[in-house]
């Protein structure tokens, strides 16, 4: 666990909201200098603090959708060939490698079903043998709150925002696909790379924004170098009413622990939590329980030993278009 002190955290909290925000916005959010900031975002990045400055992209606007892949592996001495494909491959995002009986757990952004079925089909060819099971499910919905990991009290931020249609064009996915996993990246460096102007690079940015292209702009940290135990609890739901379920997913919102929920297609209600110990992990469960006993089943419960990759766009979607 790294050392970080309540400046820090307050740094990190600004960063989780809009990692874009300048260093002088930044500095006078948390009382520090703007030289002294850019000193310790740079010292979090070195630390490992932060893994990635991320923006979040509307998959649906590219036409491709979000879908669960689960693989349980066998006869397999060192994880590390499998694992790493599949981090890389091109149509892959966020990853987990866990406990219990899934040995990976990602997500997966693709055109249609037959698209997530060659993958699927690739990975058994690659690695014959080794897939004791899979399962594959679309997502309905799924949240990430980016600022609960920093134990800091703020006002959300609600930007009003005047929807516009954009019709994206090559420049825009070549933005696009440099700002996935480089949020922070500069008005000048991006117009050197896109060989435009950086006030020409501000209003697509702002355009993408508006147009509800680009939701918003995240840090990723990782969340074991702030002392944190990540777990994905999988809720059955059992005759619930509409509101019912709208009253746990408000429960899953304002919970101070619960990081995110997924939401995939007739599987119930996924929720990562992260604790500091198994009994904080247990009070969790049982704040469940006894709020939600008649609606919920808890299908398993597993401890994350890695997130491998970051909740971005992969390459293969801009590439692709």
Known sequence: MAKIDLKDMKILYELSKDCRQSLSQISKKVGLKREVVDYRIRKLVRTNIITNFI???????????????????????????????????PFTSYTTTSTGKWSIILDYIAKDLN?????????????????????????????????????????????SLKHTKH???????????????????GYVDLSKELKLSPNGIKNRINTLVNSKIIKSFFINPNKFNLGYELYYIQLDLVNETKQQEKDLINFIKKHPRMNAYYRPLGQGIEIIVFVENSTELRNIILELRNK??????????????????????????????
């Open 292 to 321: 939600f006993a008649n609606i919920i089943k808890i299908r398993d419960t597993m401890l994350y030993y890695a997130e491998d990759k970051g909740n971005y766009l992969p390459a293969g979607v801009f590439d692709n278009f």
């Open 167 to 185: 019709k994206i064009d090559k420049t825009d996915l070549e933005l696009l696909k440099i700002l996935s996993n480089n949020a922070r990246a």
């Open 115 to 159: 698209h997530v079925n060659k993958f699927i089909d690739e990975i058994k060819t690659n690695f014959p043998g080794k897939i004791a099971d899979y399962f594959v499910t679309s997502l309905i919905e799924f949240k990430h709150f980016n600022s609960k990991f920093y134990n800091i009290k703020g006002t959300p931020t609600s930007k």
């Open 55 to 89: 923006t979040d992209i509307d998959e649906t606007k590219l036409g491709y959708q979000r879908h669960l892949v689960y693989f349980a592996f066998q006869n397999i001495k060192n994880e590390d060939e499998i694992v790493n494909y599949i981090i890389k491959h």
